[in-house]
């Protein structure tokens, strides 16, 4: 636990936590004892300080060495940020962006840089690297940095992260760094009150539709496809009322579209909500977080570009109103929440991707990153599959549901044992559905004083039946995204229909029983 004294140093801000200081010291102990051209990896969770911890790196280095550092980066957000903390720590630095002037490069000790600016500028002879002996490479799980090693071969690299896990899994990031040192860890920074503990709330979710592109994520279309039907934005705006309601909140999406069908959701219930995206420009986005961060209980809809460089404590609430398969976009999206602030000790996460069971809790103790980093692939296999996860799942009626379905003693109704059952007997698959709907009715009916009341409960059964209709299409091999959207139309229909001619007669059997 933090010493009464390190808590000092946390309220004034002026020092390093003993953390940043012994990662420090062991980055400088594998330089001093490293080639000079020694690639090391190092490992820190999102809101650990990875930006103090080698600006730091950055002025010793500068006082024991007659060289220069250079600092590259992937957005043109984190070069700015990146450049004041060097101020901060007394480094003179330039950032090379498109409009800089070069002409007086030898003035600065360190530059910062984009990937594709500084690409330009090297292939253009404008600026002299002849003297630069250590590169720092910001998030550094991106692959675009890797094209530029050619131009430092005589230097020390260091890559930062909080996921030591390449965004391509073609290109494995051991074969671009010697050595992996980790950090502390996300349970350690929590319990030693340097980040805000997650409370993961898990809604399982339908996502055999998806598909996953040449990237080895789900791509953007038929993501979009699936979060902006009815039944998921519903899902949506259930979650959040029932989680997030009057909370400062992100909600992070899979395409520009999906975003702008969030938005729109959210603005027609009358909620305080602003999106943003990569074509938004420079002051509109300005203007918008400044909004955000003035704004009680603000709502946020975005896609990636919140995921890095983006840092307001005040967040309450992240909702992944998406589906990934990279752990290093579901450790950024939620880390985004994870800043202490004021009383902040913890934030609530929302998770409408099945990412909670395909990754674990986030900072999971289970992660083993020098593991990862070796044997990526091994990782990446034992990630189960999304059939796989959706086998796993139960159904359980939301509390607040349950209770108006409270005269029914069990509300649930096994798919997999019914079909079973069915076959061994010679039946048809299709006394299956039948057979739900009857179940469906009856407790329905079990809890209402009259047809309209138990047509009105019927509207609460939407994700149990998709859960059964997914059970069911699994059953039978048989799942694309149309057959299923018709066959959960086609139920609901059936089960409306045998209630209004049935209503009366199972009434009279429940009294009888009663």
Same mark, same amino acid.
């Given at each position: ?6 808590? =000092?140093?946390?309220?004034?801000? /002026? ?5 940043? &200081?012994? !990662?420090? %010291?062991?980055?400088?102990? +594998? $330089? ?55 101020? =901060?720590?007394?480094?003179?630095? /330039? ?5 800089? &002037?070069? !002409?007086? %490069?030898?003035?600065?000790? +360190? $530059? ?403």
């Amino acid at each position: 636990m933090l010493t009464t004294y390190e808590r =000092e140093e946390r309220k004034e801000g /002026k020092e390093l936590y003993h953390y940043q &200081k012994g !990662a420090i %010291q062991k980055i400088f102990q +594998c $330089f001093e004892s490293a080639v000079d051209d020694y690639h090391l990896l190092y490992q820190l969770p999102t809101g650990g300080g990875k930006t103090v911890i080698f600006s730091e790196i950055v002025s010793q280095y500068l006082k024991t060495q007659n060289k220069k550092v250079l600092v590259m980066t992937h957005r043109i957000e984190l070069c700015k940020q990146t450049s004041n903390v060097l101020s =901060e720590f007394g480094v003179r630095n /330039k950032v090379i962006d498109s409009k800089a &002037k070069l !002409a007086d %490069q030898n003035d600065y000790d +360190c $530059f910062v840089a984009m990937v594709e600016t500084l690409n330009n500028r090297l292939k253009d002879n404008k600026l002299d690297i002849s003297n630069i002996g250590l590169v720092i490479i910001d998030e550094a799980h991106y692959n675009s940095f890797t094209k530029l090693f050619k131009f430092f071969e005589n230097s020390f690299i260091l890559g930062v992260t909080a996921t030591p896990l390449s965004s391509n899994i073609e290109l494995p990031m051991t074969d671009n760094y010697n050595e992996l040192i980790v950090g502390e860890s996300i349970e350690s920074l929590i319990e030693n009150s340097f980040l805000a503990e997650a409370n993961m709330f898990s809604y399982n979710v339908g996502l055999t539709s998806l598909v996953v592109g040449a990237n080895g994520d789900y791509t953007v279309k038929s993501s979009e496809d699936l979060y902006t039907n009815n039944e998921m934005l519903s899902k949506l705006m259930d979650a959040y009322n029932e989680r997030c309601k009057n909370k400062k909140t992100l909600i992070f999406n899979n395409g520009i579209n999906t975003s702008l069908f969030v938005y729109d959701l959210f603005k027609r219930a009358g909620f305080p909500i602003a999106h943003l995206d990569n074509t938004t420009t420079k002051k509109e986005r300005s203007n918008i977080l400044k909004w955000f961060k003035e704004t009680p209980n603000a709502i946020l809809t975005s896609v990636s570009i919140l995921t890095t460089g983006f840092d307001e404590p005040s967040v309450e609430a992240i909702v992944l109103n998406r589906a990934t398969k990279s752990l290093t976009l579901y450790y950024q999206m939620i880390g985004r929440g994870s800043r202490i602030f004021k009383n902040k000790k913890c934030f609530d996460v929302v998770d409408l991707g099945n990412n909670f069971h395909r990754f674990g809790p986030w900072g999971s103790t289970n992660l083993d990153w020098h593991r990862i980093f070796k044997h990526p692939s091994h990782y990446l296999d034992g990630i189960l599959s999304d059939e796989e996860l959706e086998s796993n799942f139960v159904y359980e009626m939301p509390e607040d549901i349950r209770r108006l379905f409270s005269k029914s003693e069990n509300v649930f109704f096994d798919i997999n044992k019914t079909y079973i059952s069915s076959i061994r007997n010679g039946e048809s698959s299709k006394v299956v559905l039948k057979r739900s709907i009857e179940q469906h009715a009856k407790i329905c009916i079990e809890n209402s004083d009259d047809i309209y009341d138990a047509l009105v409960l019927i509207k609460l059964l939407d994700d149990d039946i998709e859960y059964r209709i997914n059970r069911y299409s699994k059953c039978i091999s048989k799942s694309t995204h149309n057959f299923l959207a018709w066959l959960k139309e086609d139920y609901k229909k059936k089960l409306r229909s045998f209630l209004r001619l049935n209503f009366d007669e199972i009434k009279s059997e429940l009294s009888l029983k009663s």
